[in-house]
């Protein structure tokens, strides 16, 4: 990437040195609690990880974008799979929305703390008959003097068990055509009277990342938790996006990124016959396609942030790397397993732990039905 310089590479190496100090000791032990502990939250808001993007004025470190793609890189390549996840959820895809659209005393009162972290966010679109489709959801919140009251059921919703912040989009004007018009944003604090997180659920990969589902029963939020202008929630949640999936395929891309490589130290110990594995011409010729594929994908990724971080609109491609990084890291966990052999299907083992992981790239954020989709209509179709 043209813009990565000596600041970028030192402060790379920073990141590594944290990763294996203060996460990799304890990735398993996070991975079998399904969450992580509030300590590591305030430690990387203590060396500055956390909202680094943002304004002094509210904790941040007032940093380039281009450092944020680094900071997930590495955090991808941790042993904690759903660290990366949470924190990217967190750092890249919900505080953002405080950040972008927040009054001054919004960011003062719910910003600030997150990038101290003294608090999580988080942001509930999903519901149980919504998923990738914002304007079908069943979510209304009504004005009753100085709250609004929310009513409804979100699912799906990363760092939603453990969150303190979750920024909720509900309608404001349920008969609105089309449908998301009239969507509208608020900032639900965990505690306020109405908001009940019912369960947590089990997930089959990133397993430390927290993810709940929630319930709005007559809940009630201050109309001062407006986030932004009524009725423009959706706009809003359309701006995010870009950011959020341009994250996911930069995450998913690292961690096939390190399947590659693991896999290729991993078969060099292997023999078959007495030679030795990588002397097969298939072995040679299936780690090759990968390594392409794989800087290929890079290249357009890569392409997509320089683009991205200078302003320009990208839907359209930045669509295209989330849809070609999730499917391709998921041919690649598949691959890779196979030179595990049975050692592969065991929980325990690094490739079992990728290919589950490697699931959900195709699913969170937008599937890759949907990036299609809106490839097609980006392009004419």
């Known amino acids: 990437m043209n813009v990565f310089n000596e600041d970028h590479h030192r402060f790379r190496q920073k990141v590594r040195e944290f990763v294996q100090k203060e996460i990799n000791p304890y990735a398993s032990d996070w991975e079998k609690k399904g969450g992580l502990p509030r300590e590591l939250w305030k430690r990387m808001g203590e060396v500055g990880f956390l909202g680094m993007c943002y304004s002094k004025e509210y904790g ?25 996840q949470t924190f990217a959820v967190h750092n890249e895809m919900t505080s953002t929305y405080l950040n972008h659209f927040g009054t001054h005393n919004q960011k003062k009162k719910y910003l600030q703390p997150c990038t101290t ?24 919140a009504t004005k009753d003097g100085n709250h609004y009251v929310l009513n409804g059921r979100k699912t799906y919703i990363t760092n939603g068990y453990y969150g303190d912040i979750v920024i909720t989009a509900a309608k404001t004007e349920p008969k609105a055509k089309p449908g998301y018009k009239g969507i509208s944003l608020f900032i639900v604090e965990r505690g306020t009277k109405g908001f009940v997180i019912e369960k947590k659920l089990e997930k089959l990969g990133t397993r430390a990342s927290d ?11 201050p109309t001062e938790n407006l986030l932004g202008v009524e009725n423009d ?35 060099k110990t292997l023999t078959l016959d007495g030679l030795p594995f990588t002397s097969l011409q298939l072995v040679k010729h299936k780690i090759v396609e990968m390594a392409s594929e ?19 609109d990208m839907i359209k491609e930045i669509s295209m790397a989330k849809y070609l990084i999730g499917e ?5 966990a598949r691959t890779c397993m196979q030179f595990y052999d049975g050692e592969g299907c065991l929980h325990s083992s690094f490739i079992c732990k990728s290919y589950a992981d490697a699931r959900l790239n195709t699913i969170a954020g937008g599937t890759t039905e949907i990036m299609k989709d809106i490839i097609a209509g980006k392009i004419g179709l």
């Open 60 to 84: 941040g470190q007032q940093m380039h974008d281009s450092f944020a793609i680094v900071l997930v890189e590495e955090l991808a390549n941790s042993d904690c799979s759903g660290l990366v």
């Open 117 to 140: 972290g003294a608090s999580i966010c988080a942001v509930a679109v999903t519901e149980p008959d919504a998923g990738s489709d914002v304007s079908a959801i069943q979510t209304h």
């Open 211 to 221: 993810t709940a589902e929630l319930v709005y029963d007559n809940c009630l939020v």
């Open 233 to 267: 929630g959706f706009k809003y949640i359309m701006a995010c996006f870009q950011r959020e999936r341009l994250m996911a395929a930069v995450f998913a891309l690292a961690g096939t990124q390190r399947m590659i490589r693991e896999t290729i130290a991993h078969v």
């Open 294 to 312: 794989y800087e290929m994908a890079k290249a357009f990724v890569y392409n997509c942030c320089e683009e991205y971080m200078v302003g320009r």
């Open 328 to 332: 391709l890291s998921q041919r690649v």
